[in-house]
């Protein structure tokens, strides 16, 4: 049987309707069970559903079981739903083809499959997604923390850059959640931050950071992309020599008679 | 002017002649020369040189008592601008304009040599103050060589073959910057932290380390450096070899059948030294692996130096390339 979108939304809204009465009977009697009521069955649902896009999707590289393939993809067993989340959130995964360096993207799938598929690879333990709060964080100790662990790679600005083998990405699009997730898992070539290296508070900081430089603050001006010395450069020999090339020409002209 | 014929040329032989040329008359002769004689611009030239001389001096003295980068370039700017201003002014005011018709001939002949030796004698005789001008001259360059010579001395002190003093001993404890013990068991494998010894100025080019812990199975020092590296943890100076810059980059692999190996990049010249084995280097300029700081950890958890590093710290100079 088809179901045309409006008859859909009319079952959904049936089903939220009884589930809702399902709890007003149930939740007075239990005491705490209200949430165990709700939320076991749909977390089994959603597990299901993202073990059947993880076979879809995911299992050519990273193996029906999640265990990995030796030597293409790492075993997804106990990275926990922060990875999951962090990979999918960012569209850094899936990727096209196992060797390539993961870079961000549009997301490939929509926030309830990336729920899923993080309920999912969850499911095997691991650290889960962190709840990640910007109340109570410092802008000046961020700055600092940033300019120690961060700038090297990712600039004073946040603007990315390279690192011989990896491209540091730059965080104009990062939100806090993921910034906190990249730190603790250190994707790609990126070390890791450990909670007894940067605590969640520390990261909150940094992330409050990287949200202020993103704004454009460019008290000289014209800000080339905060990519430092190499626009610079590229802006002194491709407009001032032409314009001091420009003035030689105006000064050795004939003069006229 | 368009509307007459083109001219015949007078001096070029065996050129085809446009069949509608008119000959050569006097009026298209160009050659001109016009001797402008104007003290008040040879003024404006030694007025203009002199004031190049003196921002040169005043270069120096900047460079030797106030250290501020906007003064060294407004006196040494000035200076080239000064120089830079006399000399147009005295190409358009002060020397003869002079408009020639040059023929395509060649010019290797003696009487021609002789007349362009006399053409360029003649350069000087709109000229009359030409002791003022030669003295301002002098007065400019004596500056502005005084100003490039004084820069000689941001190559620093002559150290001759002495190395940068390092602070670390065996016992030296880790400190962060703000002076609290470094614990081992903070660093997870794929993380780094920057560290000094305890009590010592954390400004020394000697004093930064950087703590990296990979996986133990990874490590893969020389045997002259067994048990320099502890559960994984190595550190090695945080001053690049190659020009000093600090070591602020660590890259560390993930999944490493696809990526890299472990290493400590320099942001300067991306110099990239190889972590499992001892700071080789393995990418880069910097002519000299990073010098390593023995590892071992304390009963309470710290870490702590177990000798001192294994090399001269900082960047490379005259003399010292050794490890």
């Given at each position: 049987m088809r179901l045309g979108p409006r008859r859909f939304a009319a079952l959904t809204a049936a089903g939220w309707a009884l589930g809702a009465?399902?709890?007003?009977?149930?939740?007075?009697g239990t005491g705490l069970g209200q949430g165990?009521?709700?939320?076991?069955?749909?977390?089994?649902?959603q597990i299901a559903r993202g073990r059947t896009l993880f076979v879809t999707g995911c299992s050519s590289c990273h193996g029906y079981a999640a265990r990995g393939i030796h030597g293409v993809a790492p075993s997804l067993r106990g990275v926990g739903a922060l990875a999951a989340d962090f990979y999918l959130s960012t569209g850094r995964m899936p990727l096209d083809s196992p060797a390539v360096e993961p870079t961000r993207k549009r997301p490939a799938y929509t926030p309830q499959q990336i729920a899923a598929l993080d309920a999912y690879i969850g499911s095997f333990g691991g650290p889960p997604i962190p709840h990640v709060s910007l109340r109570g964080s410092s802008l000046a100790r961020g700055g600092s923390l940033f300019m120690d662990s961060c700038s090297g790679c990712h600039q004073a600005a946040g603007a990315g850059g390279i690192v011989p083998g990896a491209f540091a990405p730059a965080l104009s699009q990062a939100t806090p959640r993921q910034i906190v997730e990249a730190a603790r898992i250190g994707p790609y070539l990126m070390p890791r931050f450990g909670p007894r290296l940067l605590t969640d508070a520390q990261?909150?900081?940094i992330s409050r950071y990287v949200e202020y430089v993103r704004g454009s603050h460019n008290p000289g001006g014209w800000g080339i992309g905060h990519l430092g010395p190499v626009p610079e450069g590229m802006i002194a020999w491709f407009v001032a020599v032409p314009f001091v090339l420009l003035v030689a020409r105006l000064i050795g002209e004939r003069a006229e008679a | 002017m368009s509307d007459l014929p083109p001219p015949r040329h007078p001096s070029v032989e065996g050129e085809p002649v446009p069949p509608d040329a008119r000959p050569y008359s006097e009026a298209d002769d160009p050659t001109q020369v016009v001797i402008p004689t104007s003290p008040r611009n040879e003024a404006i030239v030694a007025g203009l040189l002199a004031l190049a001389g003196l921002l040169g001096v005043a270069f120096v003295v900047v460079y030797v008592l106030v250290d501020s980068t906007p003064l060294f370039g407004l006196t040494l700017g000035g200076a080239l601008l000064a120089l830079g201003a006399a000399a147009i002014v005295a190409g358009k005011g002060v020397v003869p304009q002079e408009t020639v018709l040059e023929p395509?001939?060649?010019?290797?002949?003696?009487?021609?040599?002789?007349?362009?030796?006399?053409?360029i004698r003649s350069a000087g005789s709109g000229v009359s103050r030409g002791r003022l001008l030669k003295l301002t001259a002098a007065i400019a360059s004596a500056g502005m060589g005084a100003a490039s010579l004084a820069t000689l001395a941001s190559f620093g002190p002559w150290i001759g073959s002495r190395s940068v003093p390092s602070p670390w001993r065996r016992g030296a404890r880790l400190v962060d910057e703000?002076?609290?013990p470094v614990r081992a068991d903070a660093l997870?494998?794929?993380s780094f932290v920057t560290a000094f010894p305890k009590g010592a100025d954390i400004d020394l080019l000697g004093s930064p380390v950087i703590v990296v812990r990979i996986d133990p199975s990874e490590v893969d020092l020389p045997p002259a450096r067994r048990g320099w590296a502890v559960d994984g943890i190595l550190a090695y100076s945080k001053i690049c070899t190659h020009a000093g810059c600090a070591v602020a980059m660590m890259r560390y692999p993930l999944f490493p059948a696809h990526s890299a190996e472990p290493a400590l990049v320099c942001p300067c010249h991306y110099s990239t030294f190889e972590v499992?084995?001892?700071?080789t280097v393995i990418f880069g300029p910097a002519g000299r692996p990073l010098p390593q700081l023995p590892i071992r950890i304390a009963a309470d958890g710290t870490l702590e130096a177990a000798g001192p590093l294994s090399g001269d710290v900082g960047p490379a100079w005259f003399g010292v390339n050794r490890a």
């Open positions: 009465l399902a709890l007003l009977l149930v939740a007075p165990e009521t709700a939320s076991v069955p749909s977390a089994a649902a990261l909150a900081s | 395509r001939a060649s010019v290797a002949h003696p009487e021609d040599e002789a007349a362009t030796t006399a053409l703000y002076g609290r997870e494998v794929g499992a084995t001892g700071g």
